[in-house]
């Protein structure tokens, strides 16, 4: 089963920041926080990740608990190609099968103009 | 560099007919798993290979046969399709021994079994 709670779904106005949160009370010390979208029907689209210290990069920000239970990911300004479902997932970032990816059913965003 | 591909895109089975959905990855990664996806779902593993000659089983395997001779490919065999193997089936790859690895998928394959 997947480690992760995410809403099923939320909107944010075009141009506004949005913020999309998950809880992963379980999580281990060794495991990452990963982000990834799916667009349609596309195949999955990696976004960012991070283990306990905010990250940022061209696409969005990833804000972690200090107690890295939950955290959330920040799109600055989003778009209407951002409308997806965001998966929120949490791993261990190397092989065997203690790295595959889990999905649970994700947020889906809908962005309006 | 193509990344993730899979064929085919689209495929219709009748009930109790074989096929085999191909996947190839070219960026000499150890680690590729097939997922599928059904309507309103995220997606469940299917099958994982950590290196060529290794596989083992994920969530969702029966019904569905893999094998690994090489790096690159990586197929998905179903031996006796059932209309509930109608799904979407994404395959995905990435480095095994690097830390916080990104897994890169393919673009999906729509097959309906009827």
């Known amino acids: 089963d997947a480690k992760t709670t995410q809403p099923t779904s939320m909107d944010c106005a075009e141009g506004r920041a949005a913020n999309l949160p998950c809880n992963h009370s379980t999580i281990s010390g060794n495991e990452y926080v990963y982000w990834y979208r799916q667009i349609h029907s596309q195949g999955p689209q990696y976004i960012i990740h991070?283990?306990?210290n905010n990250e940022t990069n061209e696409m969005a920000s990833l804000i972690i608990t200090e107690d890295r239970k939950s955290s959330t990911l920040i799109l600055p300004h989003a778009t209407l190609r951002d409308t997806a479902v965001y998966y929120c997932?949490?791993?261990?970032?190397?092989?065997?099968?203690?790295?595959?990816?889990?999905f649970g059913k994700g947020t889906k965003l809908s962005v309006k103009p | 560099n193509a990344g993730v591909t899979q064929t085919p895109k689209f495929q219709v089975l009748k009930t109790g007919q074989s096929m085999t959905l191909q996947c190839a990855q070219d960026?000499?990664?150890?680690?590729m798993s097939w997922y599928r996806q059904d309507p309103g779902m995220g997606l469940r593993l299917i099958h994982y290979?950590?290196?060529?000659?290794?596989?083992d089983q994920g969530e969702v395997p029966n019904g569905y046969n893999v094998s690994r001779s090489t790096t690159e490919d990586f197929p998905l065999r179903l031996l006796s399709a059932a209309p509930s193997q109608t799904s979407v089936y994404f395959c995905?790859?990435?480095?095994?021994?690097?830390?916080?690895?990104?897994?890169?998928f393919g673009e999906g394959s729509w097959l309906t079994v009827v």
């Open positions: 991070g283990l306990k």
């Open positions: 290979s950590v290196g060529a000659g290794i596989t």
């Open positions: 995905a790859s990435r480095e095994t021994v690097v830390s916080g690895n990104t897994i890169y």
């Open positions: 997932i949490v791993r261990v970032p190397y092989g065997g099968s203690q790295g595959n990816l889990i």
């Open positions: 960026m000499n990664h150890e680690y």
